[in-house]
Every structure is written in C-alpha cells, then in structure tokens.
C-alpha cells in the first residue's frame, strides 16, 4: 500500500489498515452485500416463511413503532431480521436495532426463548463483539438495540480489493480472542463470516450477530431459538456437522467457519471441494497451511478443540504490523557486486517465507543460520574460514569444528585443537590422533599426564609452546574480530529495514 494513501471518492486519507481503494465511510455508502441466513426446508415449513425471506419495514414504520428512536437507514437484511441505523434519543446516541420477522414470533413459547437467550447475549461484554444494549418487543416486532459499529464489514473489505496476509494476521486473533470469550460463556454464534465481522475505521474488529447463537448445555425440555429441525447458519461457512443438522453442534463448528473465513482473507476463493492449501494458491508462508487446514477438518475432534489454541498457533505470525512480520520472518541482505556468480556479501537469518524453510546465506562472506561461503559464520558454517556452532572448513573454529586446521569444544581436522581434539596432529584435554598431545592422548606417539612418549616428546617440545601460545592468541582476537563483524552486519541491517519501512 503506498504512503498516505486517499480514497478516490472523497479523497480522505485512509487508515494504515483498512483495505486500498475506499474509505470506510464510502462503502457503507455503497451498501451492504448480505447473504441470506440459510434455514432447511423443514424449518421454513414449520415457521411459515417463504423461501425469498422478509421484506423489512420502512423507515417512516419504525420511526412509528419505535418512537424513542430515530431510524436514519436500513444497513442490512438477510434471512433471521434487518438491521437499522438509528439514534437512541434520550442518550443521544447512535446505535444498530435488529428486528426479527413476525413470523418467527408464531411459534409458541418463542417469547420466553427470546428473552432468556436475549439476557445472555447482552451479557456478552468483550472488546470484539458488539454490544446488546436493550431488547423487548414492540409492535409485534421483537427487536435487539446494539452497539453501532461505524465502518465496514469484511466483505465489503473484499470487494474493495484482497486483504493482505499482515492485514489477515491482525484480524484472525481478534475473532479468536471474542469466539473464545463467548464459547467460555456457554455460547456459539453458528453463523460466522464475513458480513458478520465488522472493521471500525481504526481496524478494529467487532463480531455482531450473535442473533443465530444457541446456549450450550440445554436439555431437550430446554429449546433455543433455533427450534429442532433447523439447520441455522451460512451454507458455504458451515461446518459439515451444520449441514446434517446434527444435536451435536458445539463451539466447534465456529472454528471451522473461521477457518473458511481465514482461507478465503488468504486467497479470495472458498475451500470447495478438493481445496489447495493458501501457499499453492498465493505467495503466503506456508507455516500458514497448517493453522488454515487444521480448522478446517471434517471431524470435530481433529480441529483445534478451542478458539484459544488457534490463537496461540497464530502468535509468531500474528504480524501486529508490517516490521514485526518481517522480523518474524526474518530479513536477507545480498551485495549488488558479485565473484564467481556469489554476491561478495550474504547476510540472512530466519524462515523464508515461500519455501518455510530457513534462510541458507552463500557468498564470498557469508553471515547467517547456516551460511556457506570462504568466510563463513553461523549456527552451521561451511567454507574456507568458518565460525559457528557446528564448522567446516579449512580453518575451523566452533562447537564442532572440522578441517585442516580445527579449533572447538569438539575438533576433527589434519590439526585439531580443542576439548576433544580428533586429527593427525591433535591437541585437547582428550587428543587421539597420530601425535596426541593433552590430558588423556591416544594414539602412535602421545604425551599426557598418563605417559611420556620419546618421540611425541621431541615433537612436540620444540614448538608446542609457540603453538600453544599462538592459538591462544587466535583464540581471543579472531572471537573479539567476529563480534565486530557481527556489530557491522547489525548496522547494515538496520540500515536495509530502516529503508523497507520508509
């Protein structure tokens, strides 16, 4: 997204992280892309709707019905109700009513229902879900009075162009945290997607219509709002358990319409079907298949079994913002000049976000996890000149360190010096190798405080001391030269991240 973006329409700025092209005020202007609450044939039967749902009442209507408030516009409708803007006048304040169709008030005892679960949802107070402020009925009309979220829904961020993978990592945790919060109070919203989450204009994320929730915990001589036969929900979103109509149904079967959700904020498609992972869809790390699929297994009990561990797989990607997803992921610095097709300088740590594999840095000199080059330092170093936790090279200092001339905690090389020295010239507090000189030595010719061999002793004696004495020497400066190598490398990135944020 380029800096300071402007909606074309009104030429406002743009929040950080709302999605390019409008502003929040300009499409909600534009209206609202509900779908259609889908309920099984046996349920409308039962409730006496018509398949093409109801037509809502204008606004002159409420304004009678309703006179403590003053009804500005119709946000939405689907199939459970519409949704109006309104102000509440003795507050003075802006607020959402929902009213439900009619025809659901003809079923018996529905009014007691309503009340019971309304009371629940209003105690529903979390930073993520909108607020039920009042409920009552008026007119016939039952009704919710709710938090008035002033921005978007996440379709219409879709219409308004892709989300990022950053932008999909800021929202998902927010739905986990308020899914989890209701779950925990014995409440399943069964009908997540994308129209029910909102995006204030500071990208702020609010869950709304909870009118589709059922209580959990409820015996048989205890209904809910969804009566027995109803299969309440979003058909693309449900859960597979949703669709059969199963008793069965629990928190679960939220997950699973967030994993829909999160696959579709990834990619732009639905997982219909034989569905690819988002990686193969789209340039996203591939870290992100894992938590995508895991909430979209078929079974129940192979999902994550609570919102909160979705949550918490989520937490080293979670990209609060652009440069804490970069340093999750790692940065990569390559000179422009080259030798032999290698850049003169490699300088990579963490996980490629493309392959999920960590970063290899490969040049003249390379600074890295794992890096291979004629001066190599890491974690894994490979070249003429190493240093690392495990080395190999021609001159070899670490952990492990193997080649002609080795120096670590264990040494394998022609000269190998260290707390195990393993070579055909070795030294160490155990040294096995031709000629072994240390502690405990093994080999043709050995000298050690166990035994004293002539032709080790004459070998050694001559030049021991200066060897010993010049390793030592190495041993300290070449450790303080690659820590300020390591500072160098630590200023230059700096410099390139201070430069990708601008």
């Not at 938090?147 to 800021?170: H, I, K, M, S, Y």
């Not at 070998?459 to 010049?470: D, G, I, L, R």
Request: hydrophobic share 45%; aromatic share 8%; charged share 20%.
């Amino acid at each position: 997204m380029p800096l300071n973006p402007r909606c074309p329409s009104c030429g406002t700025l743009l929040p950080s992280s709302s999605p390019e092209e409008l502003c929040p005020r300009c499409l909600m202007k534009a209206g609202l892309h509900t779908e259609v609450t889908v309920l099984s044939d046996e349920a409308k039967a039962a409730s006496g709707r018509s398949s093409n749902g109801f037509t809502p009442a204008d606004i002159a209507e409420m304004n009678a019905v309703f006179p403590q408030f003053e009804f500005i516009e119709l946000l939405g409708r689907g199939g459970m109700g519409a949704v109006y803007k309104a102000r509440q006048k003795d507050l003075d304040r802006l607020v959402a009513v929902k009213v439900l169709p009619k025809e659901l008030a003809q079923s018996p005892g529905f009014a007691e229902r309503f009340s019971r679960e309304a009371r629940a949802l209003a105690k529903l107070t979390h930073p993520h879900i909108v607020t039920v402020h009042e409920f009552g009925q008026a007119g016939g009309l039952f009704f919710l009075v709710m938090e008035f979220v002033d921005g978007v829904n996440l379709r219409q961020a879709f219409q308004a162009g892709r989300l990022t993978p950053e932008q999909a990592l800021e929202i998902v945790p927010q739905i986990c945290d308020a899914l989890q919060f209701a779950h925990e109070e014995g409440i399943v919203h069964r009908d997540i997607k994308p129209e029910n989450i909102l995006l204030d204009k500071r990208g702020r994320v609010r869950i709304a219509d909870f009118g589709l929730a059922k209580l959990l915990g409820k015996t048989e001589s205890e209904p809910t709002l969804t009566g027995q036969y109803q299969v309440m929900g979003t058909l693309r979103y449900m859960a597979p358990e949703q669709m059969e109509g199963s008793h069965d149904v629990d928190h679960r079967a939220d997950i699973f319409s967030l994993g829909v959700v999160f696959y579709e904020m990834l990619t732009g498609e639905l997982p219909v079907g034989r569905f690819a992972p988002p990686s193969q869809k789209v340039r996203v790390d591939v870290r992100l298949d894992e938590v995508v699929l895991r909430a979209l297994e078929q079974k129940p009990e192979q999902r994550y079994q609570h919102a909160s561990e979705m949550n918490t797989h989520l937490e080293l990607l979670r990209g609060l913002s652009p440069i804490a997803l970069r340093r999750a992921f790692g940065m990569e610095y390559k000179s422009k000049a080259t030798l032999f097709g290698w850049p003169l300088v490699h300088i990579c740590f963490g996980i490629d976000p493309q392959t999920g594999r960590k970063r290899v840095a490969k040049g003249v000199v390379a600074i890295g996890d794992a890096a291979i080059g004629v001066f190599a330092s890491g974690g894994l170093a490979m070249g003429g000149v190493t240093f690392g936790g495990m080395s190999v090279g021609l001159i070899s200092f670490g952990g492990l360190a193997a080649g002609l001339l080795a120096i670590g905690g264990l040494a394998f090389g022609g000269f190998a010096w260290g707390g195990c020295g393993v070579g055909v010239i070795a030294m160490g507090g155990m040294a096995a190798g031709y000629y072994a000189f240390g502690g405990a030595a093994f080999g043709a010719h050995t000298l050690s405080s166990q035994g004293r061999d002539p032709v080790a002793a004459a070998f050694f004696e001559p030049w021991a001391y200066q060897w010993t004495k010049w390793l030592t020497w190495m041993c300290v400066v070449l450790p303080l030269a690659n820590l300020l190598v390591f500072l160098v490398v630590w200023l230059v990135m700096r410099r390139v991240q201070r430069g990708q944020t601008k």
